[in-house]
């Protein structure tokens, strides 16, 4: 039964190489880069001056970035990714990760690997392999969009600082004379990437190309098993936590205001029995991205599984849900599901579907919706041009994904299969 559900095993590691037991920090000028096991690995350079502006980590260390200088051809094309980490919506958690690469830059990685869409080679990413390519790490904890403070708990949600600081530096470094331009990210970064999409494209002339791509970064707004909604409360504790409200997209939260029709339908929502607080609900509906995608004018890719792994584990099975562990199995291995579990699974696929049914009908949007057990696809070799990559209509993510930046073809597909590679 449902022959059609596969699993797709995307193992995502970041691996530190040490020179001599130590890698330097840059601080000016172009990173440090060198070539290890065949993979282009890249030196974290420090916003030097970003905390003059409140641009800090949430424990009040410098923002950074990875940075690869293009070449050739795509000299004066940038693309600019942003890592995922998730978010964090209390006290406790936040203080949790200021200790970690999520939240100090003190934590983060002295080098780290470009794959994927970041590879420096023409055979693993044709398109995009000499483009000046960035990396930023998230350290804000809630996608680059809070801005607000606590100071008993030495805690700082500057995210939209740095993304105001990482931008600035950017354009010094060259990217303001871009011809072409591109941000992506995956899991939180494809939220901000969806989040910031037309503030990226405000940056430039009008005669420069600007797209953006969104991998595994369409969270839905939906229950889970037990039909409370736990996702909607973790989102509304950050959007209220870091002060992200005046930093979303103004179309949306000034359409979703607490008088309106629209904001009674969408925060007192009887099917889910939430009762949100008034002045944050908004703001909440607004983190969503199924309630963005409408305003967005910048072209934007959606690159998501049907089953996204996270979601599955967290927003549709969270343990809350499930106290005496009957999903433990299914969250495992896909093909370890009862036939009631699976046909949850298929209401979680058509709830996606139906959710970017609008935006599938602009000329300018595309999409890439395939059914791999997987989280984030765009970052990593085997998922995003190898040779048993995912591939939909015979072209990998990677060739779809090219095909609408460089408007070589249209791409809007979805599959109920997943072409991959079984790990052994």
């Known amino acids: 039964m449902l022959k059609f559900l596969w699993v797709c095993i995307v ?12 890698v330097q920090y840059s601080h000016e000028g172009d990173p440090k880069t060198e070539i290890i096991n065949n993979t282009l690995m890249v030196s974290l350079t420090l916003i030097q001056g970003a905390d003059a502006k409140g641009a800090v980590c949430l424990d009040g260390t410098l923002p950074a970035y990875y940075f690869h200088r293009g070449h050739g051809s795509g000299k004066k094309s940038w693309l600019v ?7 964090c919506g209390n006290i406790t958690d936040c203080v949790a990760r200021k200790k970690t690469q999520l939240g100090s830059s003190n ?17 693993e990413n044709p398109d995009f392999f000499n483009w000046n390519r960035v990396m930023l790490p998230s350290c804000d904890g809630a996608s680059f969009s809070g801005d607000s403070e606590n100071k008993e708990a030495q805690l700082q949600f500057r995210g939209h600082r740095i993304w105001l600081a990482a931008m600035e530096k950017l354009m010094s470094l060259g990217m303001r004379h871009a011809k072409k331009a591109l941000i992506s990210g995956c899991s939180a970064g494809g939220l901000t990437s969806i989040l910031h ?11 420069t190309e600007v797209k953006c791509l969104s991998d595994a970064g369409f969270f839905l707004d939906s229950v889970d098993i037990s039909g409370a909604p736990t996702f909607r409360n973790f989102f509304s504790n950050v959007v209220s936590l870091q002060g992200v409200k005046e930093n979303l997209p103004h179309f949306c939260t000034s359409r979703l205001d607490p008088t309106s029709r629209l904001f009674t339908a969408a925060c007192f929502n009887e099917d889910i029995q939430l009762t949100p607080t008034p002045l944050f609900c908004p703001a909440l509906q607004c ?6 995608l409408a305003g967005i004018k910048t072209p934007l890719f959606i690159l998501n599984s049907a089953y996204d792994s996270f979601q599955f ?22 093909t370890n599901c009862s036939p009631t579990q699976l046909h949850i699974l298929q209401g979680f696929r058509s709830q996606m579907l139906q959710a970017l049914k609008p935006f599938s009908k602009s000329n300018q949007s595309g999409i890439f919706i395939d059914s791999c057990y997987a989280h984030c696809q765009s970052q ?45």
């Open 11 to 22: 193992i995502a590691t970041f691996f530190s190489n040490w020179v001599d037991g130590f």
């Open 81 to 87: 990714h942003f890592q995922g980490g998730g978010w």
């Open 107 to 123: 934590f983060m990685l002295p080098e780290t690997g470009f794959t994927g869409l970041l590879s420096y080679k023409a055979e």
């Open 197 to 207: 999409c037309d503030k990226f494209r405000g940056l430039f002339r009008r005669n």
């Open 287 to 292: 983190f969503f991205p199924q309630n963005l």
């Open 313 to 334: 584990q967290f927003s549709l099975v969270p343990a809350s849900a499930d106290p005496n562990g009957l999903w433990n199995s299914c969250k495992l291995n896909v």
């Open 380 to 424: 990593f070799q085997l998922t995003w041009y190898a040779a048993n990559s995912t591939i939909i209509g015979n072209k990998t993510i990677s060739q779809s994904v090219g095909d609408w930046y460089f408007d070589r073809a249209e791409v809007k597909v979805v599959d109920k299969s997943c072409h991959h590679l079984v790990l052994q």
